[in-house]
């Protein structure tokens, strides 16, 4: 079945350092690849996604690539800020099943000031 | 995102007890899903309901687990005879009816701890 692989954390940054959060995905088909974000005390909710391959998806400063080849979906920033501390969900679903999304398991983000 | 409504935040039970998990969804929105998080795993899909109808329950565990979405009132995650397996954080997710791909809206989750 799907599945989707985070990397490991917590990850801890100082502000303005670069940001790579590794998402790799196994799917059958073209499936629509989503990254989530969950803020203290809140639901998580959608930061970007992409529908097609080398699609790139970007918000808020942060970006992920559509890649077939190498099914991932890795986020980046370049310059992280202290209120990018969250939680980080990486997602797919597959086609024509928008609302069923498989996660990743998330990863923890702190950022220092 | 404080438009998805869920409660108890928290909830304890012994084994055996039930336990009913409210989402209340967005303004507007006629669409609720649930899913669960396992510790260490990721969110799983459980079920998918629009207004007094079911829509795919093909992740739902096939015993002791039920969900609803009445006409009126929030959706209920009904557990019945909890085991410690069942222990885990339960996400209600809403959308309007015209789903824009993945984007649904999440609340913060109702964490259900099973003594």
């Known amino acids: 079945g799907d599945s989707v692989t985070q990397m490991e954390g917590p990850v801890t940054l100082s502000e303005e350092a670069f940001l790579t959060i590794n998402c790799t995905y196994t799917a059958t088909g073209y499936p629509s690849l989503f990254w989530y974000v969950q803020y203290p005390g809140e639901g998580l909710q959608l930061l970007l996604k992409a529908t097609k391959a080398d699609d790139k998806g970007s918000n808020k400063g942060f970006e992920a690539t559509y890649r077939k080849e190498t099914t991932s979906f890795h986020l980046e920033k370049g310059s992280v800020q202290v209120s990018d501390s969250a939680v980080y969900f990486c997602?797919?679903?597959?086609?024509?099943?928008?609302?069923?999304?498989?996660f990743g398991k998330g990863i923890t983000l702190s950022v220092r000031p | 995102n404080a438009g998805v409504m869920q409660n108890p935040r928290h909830l304890v039970r012994r084994r055996g007890q039930e336990a009913r998990l409210r989402c209340s969804p967005m303004k507007g929105h006629s669409h609720v899903y649930w899913y669960r998080q396992l510790p260490e795993e990721g969110l799983k899909f459980m079920v998918y309901?629009?207004?007094?109808?079911?829509?795919?329950e093909s992740g739902m565990p096939k015993e002791r687990f039920s969900a609803e979405f009445p006409k009126e009132g929030p959706s209920i995650l009904r557990i019945q005879q909890v085991v410690r397996g069942d222990s885990a954080a339960y996400f209600c997710?809403?959308?309007?009816?015209?789903?824009?791909?993945?984007?649904?809206?999440f609340g913060e989750g109702s964490r259900l701890t099973v003594l």
């Open positions: 309901l629009q207004k007094e109808n079911i829509i795919d």
């Open positions: 997710a809403s959308s309007p009816p015209w789903v824009v791909a993945g984007e649904l809206f």
């Open positions: 997602a797919l679903s597959p086609p024509g099943a928008n609302s069923k999304l498989t």
